[in-house]
């Protein structure tokens, strides 16, 4: 079924009820559930999560190309516009499902489908700018959307799953403020694939004026957009049938007679905004806003609940940021670490292992020797300041870096005592009594090193 349909009358009127449509969405209220299936929703889920997944990769792929020919010819090309529709019907389907507004397992199409969750969008005309800024205008809808998203889907999506496996239904409030919740995402997810220019918005549900009637079956029930039985009023899910009072054209844009749209179908009396009532119905009737409805109008109680939505949102963002950062910065701070002491080591390791040649190229002579006692004993005090001054992510990497920089200083003090000898007897004095203590500790160097190495690895 195409997301398009010929539009009656001039393009200005089309555009006129094109632009301001939003998307619609029809949840047939709540009604008694398997607890078997409430107990393993999440694993019976997953086949449709995999289906979507690969799905919003083409999406992806569409809304490019989209978005180009939006910003040319002023509107979704028309094979964009049918796949982007069935995608957000089959999100709709399925996230309905998984956060229980319904027992009804979600068919495996694009089309629609005589499902408890309806949606319906009527891509239209674009504005070109708008197009073009697309990604900048989401930013406002996407941040709520977040924010609702943390607060109704985490937490209090845990309790509302104990609820519903306990009781086998979902408490009428909940329903209203979890479906307004998953109305405002598919409007966030069908403005930002260009199918449909009407900003997101309706999340406290909609305001209905005294007289306002329905949309009508698919936007007008035009042509190969959603003109099926049941579709736009769902039948069987209200127990009175809704009427069309007259007065809703003129109230709402988009909907009922506007210039060029809403001509009476065949076998239909004229009335203003919509034909005649249906066969069987009797005098107008005030608006049904309930569920069944394309109108969403929420209880106090679920609006409520809506705005907890916002506060825990807004709370497990703000811990989800805070934990975020300390993470990265952990990460972070550990790789600069890990760089900064194998640099710092680095001409400790070759001042150590080059002490051997540049004694022998000395030839006997103490002066060279003490000079080369005296430079290694200023690289490894270096050494050591430096480990000492290493911001150290964890606390067993600071106490590793505490004992590697203590056993360098004590290294570097047996080379400035060498390094202190003036004469060769005096020289061979010292070696005789430091020299096994300044193997062990050139050794006890590289332990320490690698110990350190290893805590900072496991930070």
């Known amino acids: 079924m195409s997301a398009y349909y010929a539009s009656p009358g001039g393009p200005a009127a089309a555009a006129v009820q094109e632009e301001?449509?939003?998307?619609?969405?029809?949840f047939a209220g709540p009604a008694p559930q398997s607890r078997l299936t409430v107990l393993i929703r999440a694993l019976m889920v997953i086949p449709h999560i995999v289906v979507l997944w690969a799905l919003a990769i083409a999406a992806y792929v569409v809304v490019i190309i989209g978005w180009f020919g939006a910003l040319f010819a002023g509107r979704l090309p028309g094979f964009a516009a049918d796949f982007l529709t069935g995608f957000v019907r089959w999100q709709a389907r399925v996230f309905g499902y998984a956060i229980l507004l319904t027992d009804v397992y979600p068919p495996f199409t694009l089309e629609d489908a005589d499902y408890p969750i309806r949606v319906a969008v009527r891509p239209g005309r674009l504005n070109r700018l708008a197009v073009l800024f697309r990604f900048f205008l989401l930013i406002p809808a996407w941040i709520v959307a977040s924010v609702v998203s943390y607060g109704a889907f985490t937490l209090v999506q845990f309790v509302s799953w104990l609820i519903v496996l306990i009781s086998g239904q979902m408490p009428d409030a909940l329903y209203?403020?979890?479906?307004?919740?998953?109305?405002?995402?598919?409007r966030v997810s069908g403005f930002a694939f260009m199918l449909t220019s009407a900003y997101p918005s309706g999340l406290y549900g909609d305001q209905i004026a005294a007289g306002t009637a329905w949309p009508q079956p698919g936007f007008g029930g035009q042509p190969g957009y959603g003109a099926q039985a049941g579709y736009g009023d769902p039948q069987g899910w209200v127990t009175q049938p809704p009427s069309d009072p007259p007065g809703w054209a003129t109230q709402q844009p988009a909907y009922g007679q506007q210039p060029g749209y809403g001509a009476p179908q065949p076998g239909y009396a004229q009335q203003p905004g919509y034909g005649a009532p249906q066969p069987g119905y009797g005098a107008p009737q005030p608006v049904v806003t309930g569920f069944g409805s394309w109108w969403l109008a929420l209880s106090s109680k679920a609006r409520t609940l809506v705005t907890a939505f916002i506060v825990l949102g807004v709370v497990f963002a703000a811990a989800a940021g805070f934990i975020q950062a300390a993470f990265t910065n952990n990460v972070v701070g550990t790789a600069e670490a890990v760089n900064q002491l194998q640099s710092d080591f680095t001409p400790v390791n070759?001042?150590?292992?080059?002490?051997?040649?540049k004694v022998k190229a000395c030839n006997g002579q103490l002066a060279c020797v003490t000079q080369l006692d005296r430079s290694v004993a200023g690289t490894l005090n270096t050494f050591a300041a430096q480990v000492r001054g290493i911001a150290m992510p964890s606390g067993q990497a600071s106490s590793d870096a505490a004992d590697l920089a203590s056993t360098t200083s004590h290294t570097a003090s047996i080379f400035a005592a060498f390094g202190a000898a003036t004469s060769v007897s005096q020289y061979q004095s010292i070696a005789n009594a430091d020299t096994n203590d300044l193997q062990q500790s050139l050794e006890q160097i590289y332990t320490d090193y690698n110990t350190l190495g290893t805590a900072l690895t496991n930070s």
């Open 20 to 26: 301001l449509a939003p998307v619609l969405v029809a």
């Open 176 to 186: 209203q403020a979890l479906a307004a919740a998953l109305r405002y995402q598919l």
């Open 350 to 357: 070759a001042a150590i292992n080059g002490i051997p040649a």
